[in-house]
């Protein structure tokens, strides 16, 4: 079965593999405690702008939204998010099970717009019985977003400046950032996302990796007893060397945005196969998560032969489905593709 269903349905890039079979019978202290591990946080520091940085590396994505956003809120806040957010949507709740609320606003091709979180925290301030409701205490938006989509340098920068009004942190959730970096239309570097955020984290799942997330707090503002707060929510790895040893290797010889480069070339490629046979686009994603309008009919002949994501409905006659790059996709991918529509 020909696969675009998403951009974690294979394994890892084979120079993870062939360091992780290197490294198996080395025994090594756990928990992150081992020379991978503090090389990986290194390089992190160092690709990121080095002064103030500071960084964990945790399991998954949803590990990793759970346990930022409930550390760094105190009890009676919550994280405002675009009603498309991943944590809104596709976490099961992981953020409300932790106490805290999240608070979605309506979102605009999958970002969130600097002058609508303005109106936001405007009016909930002027209410006078604001102390009655949740409080608005982080600002989450994801780059890339679910649909794809990325900010500019001047959007984020818009963002970053009112959260800093209403000293609030902003967490970008970077599950796929190499895919949005490595974007031609973007005009941000990882640094550019290091000094407009406070806190963000590196996509290894989707990204290269078997798994794992690096977290990264920017402004020397990690918590104190981060890892006491990661363990406490069951998201601290023992075995922390294979994460060490993926990040390290991912962050030798610029890996991770080589092959984060490679996915949104043959996004292109896609892209370009689409056009060419007709097909009509739900949204302009210039990363690795396409979205196509197809006739419901040709939809369950199409799923026979090639996995894909369906996104919704629409009208009563159309569905959208979503095909995503990958590190590990091929040309021989697009082209078996291109045969099959």
């Known amino acids: 079965m020909l696969s675009f269903e998403s951009d974690y349905t294979t394994g890892a890039t084979p120079k993870i593999l062939k360091r992780l079979q290197e490294a198996n019978l080395e025994a090594t202290s756990g928990y992150g405690n081992d020379r991978y591990t503090r090389s990986a946080k290194e390089k992190i520091k160092k690709a990121c702008g080095g002064k103030g940085i500071e960084v964990d590396l945790l399991v998954g994505g949803t590990q990793t939204n759970a346990v930022v956003i409930s550390t760094l809120l105190k009890d009676y806040e919550g994280v405002i998010a675009v009603d498309s957010g991943h ?40 209410d006078s019985s604001y102390t009655h409701m949740v409080i608005p205490g982080m600002v989450y938006i994801s780059y890339p977003t679910e649909y794809g989509t990325i900010y500019t340098k001047k959007e984020l920068s818009d963002i970053y400046k009112i959260c800093k009004t209403y000293k609030i942190p902003l967490f970008i959730d970077g599950a796929r950032l190499g895919y949005g970096l490595m974007s031609k239309k973007s005009d941000m570097s990882i640094k550019d996302i290091s000094k407009l955020s406070d806190v963000f ?14 977290v990264v707090f920017t402004k020397s503002n990690r918590p104190k007893n981060f890892v006491t707060s990661i363990k406490k929510r069951g998201a601290l790895l023992a075995k922390g060397k294979i994460l060490g040893i993926q990040f390290d290797t991912l962050f030798t010889n610029n890996l991770y945005f080589e092959i984060s480069r490679h996915a949104i070339e043959t996004a292109e490629e896609l892209k370009n196969v689409f056009k060419k046979k007709g097909y009509r686009f739900y949204i302009d994603s210039p990363t690795n998560q396409q979205f196509i309008i197809v006739d419901k009919k040709k939809v369950a002949t199409l799923r026979k032969k090639v996995a894909f994501t369906w996104w919704g409905e629409y009208d009563n006659k159309r569905d959208i489905l979503r095909f995503v790059t990958s590190w590990s996709t091929t040309s021989e991918h697009i082209d078996e593709l291109t045969k099959i529509l």
């Open 87 to 126: 944590i809104n949507v596709h976490e099961a709740g992981a953020i409300e099970y932790t106490g805290h609320k999240v608070l979605a606003i309506e979102g605009k091709e999958g970002k969130l717009v600097a002058s609508d979180l303005k109106k936001y925290l405007e009016k909930f301030y002027a």
């Open 201 to 214: 984290y590196i996509g290894g799942t989707k990204v290269g990796a078997l798994f794992g997330e690096a």
